[in-house]
């Protein structure tokens, strides 16, 4: 496919069904993240990082996940606060342009993001709008309540959207995608993504940043992709195969 801006919904049904089948052949959920992270980048030229993240306890971190998030507990003052059912945003697969982009362990700074209390998510521009976005109620990480991930079980994918990176800002007038320098670099537009809640209420989003300025009319064509994955790796989560071995980085 040339572009998001123009792909055909034939071009879209074979993009997801491509991706369900890779996605069914991962014997780990990390190797089909990866897949489906690579497939973007392949597929779409204006594609300049594709991510796929899940939401899940810190308990079910592995070691090296693990430390990431508690250094990043430690260095904003609440490690207090990291408790092993604390949500953690984890990061499952990565590809973008530059090599380090491409081997989700070198991605330190987003390896491992603990959701640690309202107060903290709200304080990062990007984070808190992508939960934002995807209906999470913040309120429940100061309840010690689990996110509430059932409006998205079933068929209803949730959808992450900032039209452009380079200009927009959140209700406090801060930058949504507060990395200038990547922004301006790498000539980043729209910023979106997509998410999907398994059976057992993991969340797994997607999130793309692309050199196209896209409309939401477009951007509402892509979300169930996410729905296509989550029913290809569903054995793997309930079988509890998250975490593979990781792949050398050559």
């Known amino acids: 496919m040339a572009a998001f801006q123009?792909?055909?919904?034939?071009?879209?049904?074979?993009?997801r069904e491509r991706i369900a089948l890779e996605a069914a052949k991962a014997v780990w959920l990390t190797d089909a993240a990866q897949a489906l992270s690579a497939a973007f980048?392949?597929?779409?030229p204006s594609v300049i990082l594709a991510r796929?993240?899940?939401?899940?306890?810190?308990?079910?971190?592995?070691?090296?996940?693990?430390?990431?998030?508690?250094?990043f507990a430690e260095k904003v003052g609440a490690i207090q606060l990291l408790l092993p059912k604390t949500p953690v945003l984890s990061l499952l697969g990565t590809s973008g342009l530059a090599k380090?982009?491409?081997n989700r362990v070198?991605?330190?700074?987003?390896?491992?993001?603990?959701?640690?209390?309202?107060?903290?998510?709200?304080?990062?521009?990007?984070?808190?709008?992508?939960?934002?976005?995807?209906?999470?109620?913040?309120?429940?990480?100061?309840?010690?309540?689990?996110i509430d991930s059932k409006r998205m079980m079933g068929g209803t994918n949730?959808?992450?959207?900032?039209?452009?990176a380079k200009t927009a800002l959140d209700l406090r007038g801060r930058f949504i995608i507060p990395a200038r320098d990547f922004v301006a670099l790498h000539e980043v537009e729209t910023v979106f993504g997509m998410a999907g809640a398994y059976v057992d209420?993991?969340?797994?989003?997607?999130?793309?940043?692309?050199?196209?300025?896209?409309e939401e009319q477009?951007?509402?064509?892509?979300?169930?992709?996410?729905?296509?994955?989550?029913?290809?790796?569903?054995?793997?989560?309930?079988?509890?195969?998250?975490?593979g071995p990781d792949a050398p980085d050559f």
């Open 41 to 44: 980048l392949k597929e779409f």
């Open 218 to 243: 477009v951007i509402d064509r892509y979300p169930s992709i996410i729905a296509n994955f989550r029913m290809a790796t569903t054995p793997a989560v309930l079988a509890q195969r998250i975490y």
């Open 158 to 164: 949730q959808r992450f959207y900032v039209r452009s």
């Open 100 to 102: 380090t982009w491409n």
């Open 201 to 214: 209420g993991m969340v797994v989003a997607a999130i793309v940043f692309t050199s196209e300025r896209l």
């Open 6 to 15: 123009t792909a055909t919904w034939p071009e879209i049904n074979a993009f």
């Open 106 to 146: 070198r991605s330190t700074a987003h390896l491992a993001i603990p959701l640690l209390s309202k107060e903290l998510v709200e304080g990062a521009p990007m984070l808190a709008q992508l939960l934002a976005d995807l209906k999470f109620d913040l309120a429940c990480l100061d309840d010690a309540r689990p």
């Open 52 to 71: 796929v993240f899940a939401v899940l306890p810190f308990e079910r971190l592995p070691a090296v996940d693990a430390e990431v998030a508690r250094r």
